[in-house]
């Protein structure tokens, strides 16, 4: 009788934020006074995940919470915002459990800043956000990606992050904006990267990045991976990491230097729509901690990665929501070590935009180590959110 309570409850959850929900960031509005406004709202991701070989020689049935996300936003006075989001990753999965900073278990402060708003062209951003680096991870939101995860490199499925940081976010201070009618974006970050041991002098690490929009603007600090036919959008990205003096892989002295370049099209094709995006990432001395399954990268590497996506969203409805197949390749070339390769495919259905979608995703994955196997690793996702 409690399940099915629950299961109730459930359904009458899903079928609000499904049926009245407007696509993306559509939380529960206030209003305290003329420039004292705030949002809520909450983004649930929940998985099935099966991996060839995932438990040694055995295969991993795997189900977890993804993404869980209560998010909070406002405007203080006409020139200071904030945003926080409190948050836990991957809850359930196998063989993970950070309480600390809400990664397997527990619940933490994944994003929070202030921003002064001193123009649309100047802003100043103190807190805990996002690495300004790559799009895919530095700005685009991952409650609107185009495929059901971030490249392997920065995150996605089972893969960790190549550069130093907390969840993908850092603490920090951005000076960022949109000058030239938002043509163009910048961000520029001071902030933590590597710290403690490996950071004997306790050096700061620098981040930035610009973005040139050739058709609409992205002036947000989200943008999506995909816009589902609702924008016009060409932008060549560059990015760059410098963090100097560290101690990588047990040496001493190492400067950790990124760039990457990368290229984003989105597009209406009749009622239909077209996505694609391109990343190149060029890494010396990376700062990865955390041991690599499936590739060689580890800390003190050089290294180069590049990927591409591509989508399409076809027109009109296949029974109540919209289908977008979508491919990913991508690469990890490890100097003096190997090269391992990541195919991947999938298909999204939109029930109400990214605020309530399923996505069925496969990867292969192909590494030239011989020491490591060839496996496939199947993700089902529901996503939902207001």
């Not at 559509?26 to 809520?40: C, F, N, V």
């Not at 976010?169 to 970050?189: C, E, I």
Request: aromatic share 12%; net charge negative; proline share 3%.
């Amino acid at each position: 009788m409690k399940k099915l309570v629950v299961l109730t409850n459930m359904m009458i959850v899903l079928f609000f934020v499904c049926t009245m929900a407007s696509p993306s960031w559509a939380g529960i509005k206030m209003e305290i006074d003329e420039q004292t406004k705030g949002e809520i709202g909450i983004w649930m991701q929940t998985w099935y995940q099966w991996v060839e070989d995932g438990k040694g020689d055995e295969d991993l049935n795997d189900f977890l919470i993804r993404r869980a996300y209560l998010y909070l936003k406002g405007d203080v006075t006409q020139y200071v915002s904030f945003f926080t989001h409190i948050a836990s990753d991957k809850v359930g999965a196998e063989g993970l459990d950070k309480p600390g900073i809400g990664l397997g278990s527990g619940v933490a402060w994944r994003d929070l800043w202030i921003t002064l708003n001193l123009d649309e062209a100047f802003k100043i951003q103190m807190g805990r956000m996002y690495v300004p680096l790559t799009r895919n991870y530095g700005t685009t939101s991952t409650k609107a990606m185009l495929t059901m995860d971030l490249p392997f490199l920065q995150g996605g499925s089972r893969g960790g992050i190549f550069y130093a940081q907390k969840v993908g976010r850092d603490d920090s201070v951005t000076l960022w904006g949109n000058p030239f009618d938002g043509k163009l974006q910048y961000r520029f970050m001071i902030s933590e990267g590597v710290e403690g041991d490996n950071n004997p002098e306790d050096n700061l690490r620098f981040v930035g990045r610009l973005s040139l929009s050739l058709l609409e603007p992205e002036t947000a600090w989200f943008n999506k991976g995909t816009y589902l036919g609702k924008k016009k959008v060409l932008s060549l990205g560059l990015g760059f990491q410098s963090q100097d003096d560290l101690t990588l892989g047990g040496v001493e002295g190492e400067d950790n230097q990124v760039w990457t370049a990368d290229v984003f099209f989105d597009h209406p094709v009749g009622e239909g729509a077209v996505t694609f995006e391109a990343a190149y990432i060029d890494i010396d001395n990376c700062t990865e901690t955390q041991p690599q399954m499936y590739t060689d990268l580890a800390a003190g590497d050089d290294a180069e990665n590049w990927y591409i996506n591509a989508g399409y969203l076809f027109p009109g409805t296949l029974g109540i929501g919209q289908v977008q197949p979508y491919i990913r390749y991508e690469t990890v070339d490890v100097d003096e070590k190997n090269e391992t390769d990541f195919w991947s495919g999938g298909v999204n259905y939109y029930m109400k935009g990214h605020n309530c979608k399923l996505t069925a995703d496969y990867m292969h994955v192909d590494p030239d180590n011989d020491e490591k196997d060839e496996r496939d690793i199947f993700t089902l996702q529901f996503c939902i959110g207001f």
